[in-house]
């Protein structure tokens, strides 16, 4: 296990927060970090741009009057995540403030991030890296990021299709920095079985989507409480490359789920796909396979804690056998 000094004493769950398109915001990544938990957001998702300094400054400032008022509580650092494709016109931008804010984790996406690495080392942040395979970790590897986050099957938004058995595995035959392991957990137990498998940090996003301070309409949270792993859908159309949607909100949008056509990846295309009034990024909502265990939608808080119990628990059922 490789896990940076930054996260000494500062995690009550060896977790993370995935960032989810539009539901994450300062709200949800502040109760992720005082709950002890990694919280992260899309930079994108601050809008219009200068938006993102006023979230950095808010997240920043609330996080130290927190851990100030309650010096024994663990306390997580947060994360920014970077879509690193020429569709992303806000780059620059967006790398620029989280130099600026001393953003404590960059978590990159898509392209590989040496531009990025280089900044975001310039001040001694991390860079954790998303890949769907081998290929893509050994691209980001030999550009110098800190951490390698496994997409795995059953990850939810731009999921991968390998088994995490498989790619955990062959990511540590050739990293020994920060694994990070993506893909259908929604429980303590789950966080413990990440582990078990080599990852250092698991990594969840529809378990957080369903929470009270999510900011997601309350009939995707109750989509999530109802649907099973059978009602996953994944498919490139929405945005050019392959992603985990709720099948009840392609339904909705008037498209036929089981009849989906391929995108090109190359256009990052954010329309719906066809001439329906909905929008992909407002009515299609991503979720992973693991939303057959989830049947509330509780604060982040009592969420936090109930995992922390189910890690603890399962612990114990594996000490004592």
Not at 75 to 89: D, E, G
Not at 237 to 264: C, K, M, Q
Not at 291 to 310: H, K, N, T, W, Y
């Amino acid at each position: 296990m490789s896990l940076s000094s930054l996260f000494d004493n500062s995690l009550r769950l060896p977790l993370i927060g995935a960032p989810l398109f539009i539901v994450s915001g300062p709200d949800l990544v502040i109760a992720q970090c005082k709950a002890g938990i990694v919280g992260s957001f899309p930079a994108l998702n601050a809008r219009p741009e200068p938006v993102l300094d006023e979230w950095l400054t808010r997240i920043k400032q609330e996080l130290a009057e927190f851990k100030t008022a309650n010096p024994d509580r663990p306390v997580a650092p947060f994360a920014v995540n970077q879509i690193v494709h020429q569709s992303n016109t806000r780059l620059q931008h967006d790398v620029e403030q989280c130099v600026k804010h001393k953003v404590p984790i960059v978590i990159t996406s898509l392209r590989p991030p040496a531009a990025v690495v280089e900044a975001v080392h310039g001040y001694g942040g991390l860079v954790f890296h998303d890949v769907i395979n081998i290929r893509h970790a050994r691209k980001a590897i030999e550009q110098g990021v800190d951490g390698i986050i496994a997409v795995c099957a059953g990850a939810g938004g731009h999921a991968g299709s390998l088994s995490p058995f498989a790619l955990v595995k062959e990511i540590r035959q050739i990293f020994d920095g920060t694994v990070i392991l993506s893909g259908s957990m929604s429980r303590g137990g789950d966080v413990l079985a990440a582990q078990a498998m080599g990852a250092d940090l698991a990594y969840i996003g529809t378990r957080f989507v369903a929470t009270e301070e999510a900011n997601a309409q309350a009939e995707y949270k109750d989509m999530i409480v109802s649907s099973a792993a059978n009602d996953i859908v994944l498919t490139s159309l929405f945005t050019g490359v392959h992603g985990s949607y709720l099948r009840g909100s392609i339904s909705n949008a008037g498209l036929d789920p089981d009849h989906l056509p391929e995108a090109d990846k190359n256009t990052m295309n954010f329309g719906s796909g066809s001439s329906s009034k909905a929008k992909a990024w407002r009515d299609i909502w991503g979720a992973g396979q693991g939303v057959g265990s989830i049947d509330d939608v509780p604060a982040v808080a009592e969420l936090v804690e109930r995992m922390a119990q189910e890690y603890e628990e399962a612990k114990r059922r594996f000490c004592a056998n």
